[in-house]
């Protein structure tokens, strides 16, 4: 079964970094388009950034210049790199893949302290 497994999250100081990585397995990975969501307490579920599979990409204007999202075929992983990270950043990151139907991982908690 299609499974997304989501790792990379943690507790982090304002300014610091994170790397988050999902690994997809059970489907071709090279077919899927693959975005990061995120969700606060109270808030509804956003997008983050997104990658097609031709790996044209787009973000939120609140993470413009700081998020990079990649991916990397050869091992079905697509990656969030967070740089200069901010309190309002903290959420849980949820790993997002798309082709006829649509999946998403369990989520990892992010935490940015001040």
């Known amino acids: 079964q299609v499974q997304l497994v989501e790792s990379g999250g943690g507790l982090v100081q304002a300014g610091g970094s994170l790397r988050l990585s999902c690994a997809a397995s059970g489907i071709v990975f090279s077919i899927l388009d693959m975005g990061w969501y995120r969700q606060a307490p109270g808030k509804q579920r956003e997008l983050v950034a997104h990658?097609?599979?031709?790996?044209?990409?787009n973000y939120a204007d609140s993470v413009k210049g700081r998020f990079t999202i990649s991916r990397d075929n050869a091992k079905n992983t697509v990656y969030l790199q967070m740089n200069s990270l901010k309190p309002e950043d903290t959420a849980v990151y949820f790993c997002n893949a798309n082709s006829r139907l649509n999946y998403w991982g369990q989520g990892t908690q992010v935490t940015v302290s001040s």
């Open positions: 990658i097609t599979r031709g790996t044209t990409t």
